[in-house]
Each structure stands twice: as C-alpha cells, then as structure tokens.
C-alpha cells in the first residue's frame, strides 16, 4: 500500500483569522449566556451580600467581555463591523490628542481597550448595592485613581509620542526625564513648572505697601492707595493659611489686591506664617482670636474706624464664618461691616472629595508626619493634587520624566507648589471637627476661648461667591451659608473653579457669574431663576461693597502705609511669604 505523502499545513490568513476570532467570541458569548440563564435560576444566597452576588458578577462580567470581543473584532476587520460612535468625553480626553492615538490601529486599539476596561470598572462601583455611601465614594476615587495611574499614556512603551522622542534624541528624553524625576525625589515634591521663572516680591506678590505690624502667627500688609480719595472703612483680606497669600497678587494684571486698591479701598491682607515647631501648640482659637479678630481690632484702631470690611478665602472664609459668630455672641459685631466669602464652607456634609480623608488611617498618618508639632507642607500639596490626579500627577509624569520636556513658566503653579506648613494638632482638629463631625452648624458645639458660638447669630451682611467647577469647596457645599446665616447675603456663582472662579480680572475678559434676585431655596432653583454675565464678576462685588458705606475721605495719614501710629516694618511683601 503506497503511503501517503502529509500535506504542509496552510498558513491562515486574515480572514482565517477573522473568522475563528468570530467563531471563539460567539462561542465565548453563548457560554456565558447559558451561565447568566443558570445564575438567574439560583436561589438567593443567605448572608452574601448584594454586591457580592454570583449573578451580578456574572452579568458584568458577560457584558465586560461582549464589548471586548466588539472591539476585538473591530482592530482585525475595520470595515466589516459597524462604525461605533466615540463617547463625548473620551474624544475630548487631552492625554490622546495625538493623532498617532487614533492613526495607527495598534495605539488606537490600546486607547479604545483602556477606554473600555475603564468605563466597566466605573459601571461596576456605581452598581455597588448594599454599601454605604461614604464607602462608596472612597471606592469610586480609588477606582478613578487606580484607572488614571493606569493610563498607556504613563508608560513609555504604550505612548507613541513617548516612543518618538526617544528615536528623535536618540535616547536624551529620557536622561532627561530621568533627571527629572530623580531631583523631584530627592525634594520630595513634584514640580509642575520653572521653579527659576518666578521670584515673590520680583515678579509676584509686587503690589506696594508696607508690613505694618508683625506677630508670631501673621503679618499685616497694608497696601499704598492710589486714589486721592477712598472709602472711610477698609477692607481686611484673611487668605487660607494653607496657601501663600499672593494667589490674590500674582502680577499686576491677575491681582485682586492691586484691583481692590484701585477702586479707591484701603486694603490690608493678612500674610500667616508658615508653621514650625514654635506653633505646636497652635490651635483653631487660636487663627480666630490671634488672628482675625486681632487684625480687625487693629485696624479699626489704627484708622480710627468702627467697622471694617472682611474677605475669607476657603478656610479663612470657615474661620471667618467663626469670627462673626464670636462677635455677635459678645454683642461686637459691628466690628464688621460686611463679611465676604471666597468658595468657603462652613455645612460640611457635602464636601466633596476631601470628605474622604477624615478616616481613622488618614488622622494617624497625620499624626505621625506632624510630630514635630507642624505637618509638612508637601503632604497637603499632595492631597490637592490627588484630587485631580490625572491633570496635576500623571500630566506631568508623562511630560517630564517620560518626555523629558523644559518646565513651563506658569505663575499659578508656582504658588500652587510653594507649599507652606501647618499646625498638626490644628489640622486634626479641622478635619475631625468640621469635615467629619460637622459641628460649626450645630449651634453651641464649638466654643472659641469659651464662647460658644452659633452662625444663625450672624446677621452681618454677607457676599457669598462659589466656583461653579470647584473641586475642593463644591458650589452646593458653599451654597449652604446661606441657609445658617441670619442677615442679607448675596450669591455669586463664578464660572471655572476654586482659584480661577476667584482670580478672575476684568481685563481678562474670560469665563461668567450668575446672579438670581428672586427669593430661591436650592441651587438648583437658583441656577434654574439665575442671570448670566459675561466676564469677571469683581465689578458686582465692589459695587455691593460701595452700597453698605460710600462714605469717602481723603487718603492721607494713617491711610498711607507707615504714616499712621503702625510704622512700616519692611515693604510688602513682608517676610512670612518668602519663610520655607
């Protein structure tokens, strides 16, 4: 018998491979069909919680990998599979703006994978049942932190552009970013812009004035008018300690503090020092009353005036709430004429993201790094940059150590990371007592060196003004002041966030404000009933301001910096600001 001669195995093609790719996935599909029939028919598990149960495992997981055979099958035959239309917000995702991500199908399939395994792993928190709702918030930032670190934009061999900056210097971008990254190590903080390009005091914080009085906590600035003539009460501006004081005079085009100056204010700022051991004993009393109501009491003595004008940013708005209620309690409150708000809190119970930080692991953690009696400025800095991770952390791995690009000049960022350093024991308090406990709206909860203090007191006209995209003090939380002050108030909701919704000249020309005069309960109703205006809404402020006291007088004497009984310590900007 003649034997037979075996035939070479044929080298499939791409059809071949099409068509298996097919015949697998369809198989895989009605497996997991069956399943989902088998699971449906299972009785309830005892003791098993709903988010833990088989048949929503099963379903997810059927659907999980449906849409990756879809996408499977898209990569080996384009044009034989429907066309898919892109979700809005992945087309607009700036990390694959390259061309290359949607050019050249093997990057363009990583993007579309990522994109896939992203929105299942978002799809799965939100199905959570059972859980509580705080702990599935944490879950969710965990997740969306998880899915940003995870981008193939962070990893050099996934990123195409990455890939040809290494050909096209032969290899010296990543010496480079390896520089980079190296020196950022060794200071222990990422730098997010030229660290040489600016200088407080050069280029930043030069708004003229004079350091009028210093203490062991702040230094007043009070700043050289440039109108003959100006309003009789001034106006007091407490930043947040947690930042340096210039966001509010960056340079001379984006500052409030020069603007205010020129519509005919006496302005004073409040610069605080920047923590260390000495201040160990420092607590939220303290900001209050060595703080704030020492700096309204001097000034209102230096010029000889009954009340001043006050502006809180963020936490010094909290505190300020604080002060208020303080001195409506001891019948002082016509200390203050009007009390202004910069995206401020003082109802905590939607906070937004921080609200995830207050857990038992995160107060021992600062209690451990805040030893010495102050906690490092560069962990708060890292906080903020967790919460929007994916612009303020993987951006910049991506650019300077993957990329090994110059550092961009940027005066924003450079205030954002020139860090400052808080009281630990303050700050445990801060977070324990207002964003987990909440106690500033319960009336009698706090007590400051003894009073005990209640916001529905305060019947000081008040300025309220939100971030329509703030992220740290969301609009609806600060929304809420107006709900637990007595008095007038009016709300302001600025388009962009928590620094730019504030920073925000005239001159730029940019971004919007709402207002709504009729009587409104929510946000939603006052968004709803609300006016739009294009532009800065400054100018709605310093009109608000003028209507509570136009008296003017002339701007002589102690109206001058140094002239009065407070002489000039050193020009402004003094220096708490420049203290590391």
């Known amino acids: 018998m003649a034997e037979t001669k075996a035939q070479p195995t044929p080298t499939p093609d791409l059809a071949d491979l099409q068509h298996w790719t097919w015949v697998l996935g369809r198989a ?3 497996m997991m069909e069956h399943g989902l029939d088998t699971v449906d028919a299972m009785p309830a598990t005892p003791g098993i919680p709903v988010w833990a149960d088989p048949k929503n495992i099963a379903r997810a997981q059927a659907e999980f990998w449906g849409d990756t055979m879809k996408l499977w099958q898209r990569f080996l035959d384009p044009a034989s599979t429907e066309a898919v239309e892109e979700n809005p917000a992945h087309a607009k995702d700036k990390r694959f703006k390259a061309p290359q991500w949607r050019e050249e199908p093997v990057f363009d399939f990583l993007r579309q994978s990522y994109f896939l395994i992203a929105d299942h792993l978002v799809k799965g928190v939100d199905g959570l049942d059972g859980v509580h709702p705080k ?25 195409p552009v990455v890939l040809e900056k290494i050909v096209e210097t032969k290899g010296e971008s990543l010496l480079k970013g390896l520089q980079n990254m190296l020196q950022d190590i060794a200071k222990g903080q990422m730098t997010q812009t030229d660290p040489n390009a600016f200088q407080v005091g050069r280029d930043m914080a030069t708004t003229p004035g004079k350091v009028v009085k210093r203490t062991p906590l702040y230094e007043l600035i009070q700043y050289t008018p440039t109108t003959d003539k100006v309003y009789e009460t001034p106006l007091v501006i407490f930043p947040p300690w947690i930042n340096r004081f210039y966001i509010l ?3 001379p085009e984006k500052s409030f503090i020069r603007w205010a100056v020129e519509q005919g204010l006496t302005v004073f700022v409040v610069s605080w020092k920047s923590a260390d051991a000495s201040m160990k004993d420092i607590r939220w009393d303290d900001y209050i009353e060595r703080g704030q109501i020492d700096a309204i009491d001097t000034v209102r003595d230096l010029l000889g005036v009954e009340a001043v004008h006050t502006i809180g940013y963020c936490v010094a708005g909290t505190t300020l709430a604080a002060t208020l209620a303080v001195l409506a309690a001891r019948g002082e409150a016509d200390k203050v004429a009007s009390a202004t708000f910069f995206t401020a809190q003082v109802d905590f119970a939607d906070a937004g993201d921080l609200n995830l930080f207050v857990g038992d692991e995160q107060m021992d953690l600062i209690k451990s790094l805040g030893a010495d009696g102050f906690l490092d400025g560069r962990y708060m800095a890292a906080t903020f940059n967790l919460l929007r991770g994916r612009d303020l952390i993987w951006n910049y791995v991506t650019n300077n150590y993957l990329l090994g690009q110059d550092y961009v000049p940027f005066d924003l960022l450079h205030w954002n990371s020139d860090v400052t350093n808080l009281p630990s024991g303050w700050h ?17 909860a706090m007590a400051i060196s003894g009073t005990p203090i209640d916001l529905t007191k305060v019947t000081t006209p008040t300025y309220i003004q939100a971030g329509k995209e703030d992220h740290i003090a969301p609009a609806a939380s600060v929304w809420k002041l107006t709900h637990h002050f007595g008095g007038e108030n009016r709300f302001v909701l600025a388009g962009s966030g928590h620094i730019a919704g504030v920073v925000n000249p005239p001159s730029a020309q940019k971004y919007q404000y709402w207002t709504c005069d009729g009587e409104v309960e929510t946000l939603a109703e006052f968004v709803a009933g609300a006016t739009e205006t294009k532009g800065s809404w400054w100018p709605d402020w310093a009109k608000w301001i ?11 004497g102690a109206r001058q910096p140094g002239k009065g009984k407070l002489k000039g310590l050193e020009d402004a900007p003094g220096s708490y600001v420049k203290t590391r």
């Open 28 to 30: 895989q599909q009605m």
């Open 428 to 444: 445990i308090d801060y977070l324990t007592d207002l964003y987990r406990d909440n106690k500033l709206v319960q009336a009698g």
């Open 249 to 251: 005079d960056l340079n």
């Open 546 to 556: 003028a209507e509570r006291a136009p008296n003017r007088i002339a701007a002589k």
């Open 135 to 159: 702990q599935k918030e944490q879950i969710r930032f965990a997740t969306q932190g998880f899915i940003d670190a995870m981008s193939p934009t962070n990893f050099p061999a996934t990123n």
